[in-house]
């Protein structure tokens, strides 16, 4: 309302806080809080009113009742442990281990997922942070694991936050702000031109003496021994 926010109505039926939301496939709004658990909320037909809740935990399958997160990938739901990874059973009510995206987290659990618009899967784990690049090989997809983990010590652990603004450049959010990454720049692909460097002074690592003290333009007849 002119050009601010303003609340309209609280929804009746669910007072917990939330911090993570997700939509299933039929409509109900998966609400997750580390230290409050897992509730799967059904919204009335006019959704101004809340007419179910389900709270899951350890009777469900889930390896603990707090401690899960829920994200979307490849449109489906994915609930992220302490323990694994882990997709909801409809038909049994209850949870059962993701053994594709397991399979990928075996020795370093996740704790974050997010799926970009390219369809990486960026990931947040103890001690690694990065993504899941898709490549598609004939008829087979196969997932490169791309690293960055001189980022991860500045990522607000149990917040992660990447967002994409365009098909490749993302927003990566940090404790001191963002970092701006591209992923079609490699570190592993070569420069689009030569890179020219100026030697101005060699020194021997061992006896700590001056080997060559000048302006030295490498050049394709250039030669030091």
Not at 104 to 131: M, V
């Amino acid at each position: 309302m002119k050009g601010r926010w303003q609340a309209q109505e609280a929804i009746p039926g669910f007072q917990e806080s939330c911090r993570v939301m997700e939509e299933g496939p039929e409509g109900h709004i998966w609400v997750t809080h580390f230290y409050r658990g897992l509730f799967r909320l059904t919204l009335g037909p006019e959704l101004q009113r809340i007419e179910a809740v389900k709270r899951f935990g350890k009777q469900d399958g889930l390896p603990s009742d707090l401690s899960v997160n829920v994200h979307k990938i490849a449109g489906k739901l994915v609930f992220v442990s302490e323990q694994g990874i882990f997709q909801f059973d409809k038909e049994k009510e209850s949870f059962i281990p993701h053994a594709f995206l397991d399979s990928l987290f075996e020795d370093d659990p996740a704790r974050w997922l997010w799926e970009g618009p390219q369809g990486d899967i960026w990931f947040a784990t103890q001690s690694s942070f990065g993504y899941l690049q898709v490549k598609k090989e004939g008829l087979r997809y196969t997932w490169e694991k791309v690293l960055l983990n001189r980022l991860h010590s500045l990522l607000v652990e149990g917040f992660e936050q990447v967002f994409a603004y365009d098909e490749q450049p993302v927003l990566i959010a940090t404790e001191s702000g963002f970092i701006h990454y591209n992923p079609s720049f490699s570190a592993n692909k070569p420069f689009p031109a030569p890179l020219q460097l100026a030697i101005r002074e060699v020194y021997d690592p061992l006896g700590d003496s001056l080997l060559f003290g000048g302006n030295l333009f490498p050049t394709s007849d250039t030669n030091m021994s």
